[in-house]
């Protein structure tokens, strides 16, 4: 740091920290501005304090205990770059409403769109919703994070041919989560955004389906039901008269669909969004919720195969969360509210058999 740079450092830093820390050394390294001292405030709550002002501030903090004093490392954060256009996130979302605009032409019967190409807005309308969840759903985890001043990337969107045209979607954070509260936060934030949108889907998508016959022996996509869709069913719909089965519409497949990613994200295992709130609310407990959750998809897969998949993954990314840099701030009661709101958006959405 220059010195100019580091006085105002100084004097910035030992304002903010005044009330909660007690400076007795200060002294510069060339590249950090060092100060030791002790904290007026219990050491659990003061290292969450001291990096939220600190990065108030537009500088990085280290936090570092020796021999009964504090250490603080403060740097600024550099050499700010110019904003980059993300192509790769726009190039990725444009493959993917391509490819969900495909799923749901071919899905509303659609074929021949090389001589038709027309045609593949015919699946517009699944495009769209599915498209929607997935949006609401990835940027209620962006703006909880920015919110919290978590550093994080913008959406990275999978495009792909399977059955929903896409493989979803991810965010990738780049700042370690400081407390469990954030940690809950960011990682409720999605499930529930994504979940609201998925249920208006699904109400308005089925007041568009129709009601057909089932045709014995006939091979055809079952879809399994979860609590909650089996239950707006009967709201939008009322009760199936025998013999007859429900045929979706491609906004209420997007609803379903969303329901399916929503549980499949809740699931509480490593860096899922539902490991996330495991460890936030169980602490290293949410090692054990993850391997029961794991025994529990292995014998699940006797009669779904695809949960294989998922133990794999659970395998490969660990059952078990890494620590927050501060797990000892405890939560609020909202904080806990949030949490059991994501277990029971779980168990509505929970289809032990997808598909058939």
Known sequence: MKKSQLQKTASDCRQSLADIFEAEVLYSDGAELIIQGRPKVEDNFFKDMAYQRISNLGYNLKVEETEGYITLKISPPGVVAPKKIPWINILLFIL???????????????????????????????????????????????????????????????????????FGAFIRAKSPFKNRRELLEVGAAGPVAGFVVSVLAIIFGLSTSQIVKTIPETEGLHLGDSLLFSFLSKLVIGDLPIGHDILLSPVAFAGWAGLLVTMLNLIPIGQLDGGHISYALFGNRQKIIGNLATLGMIGLAYFWPGWLVWVALAILMRTDHPPTLNDQIPLHQSHKILGWISYAIFILCFIPVPLQ
């Open 96 to 166: 993917t409403i391509f490819s969900t605009l495909l799923t749901g032409a071919m899905s509303a019967g659609q074929t021949d769109f090389l001589n038709h190409p027309q045609r593949i807005f015919q699946g517009a309308s699944y495009s769209f919703w599915l498209l929607s969840i997935l949006l609401f759903h990835e940027f209620g985890h962006y703006w909880a994070a920015k919110n919290r001043k978590v550093k994080v990337t913008l959406p990275y969107f999978i495009p792909g041919p399977t059955l929903f045209g896409t």
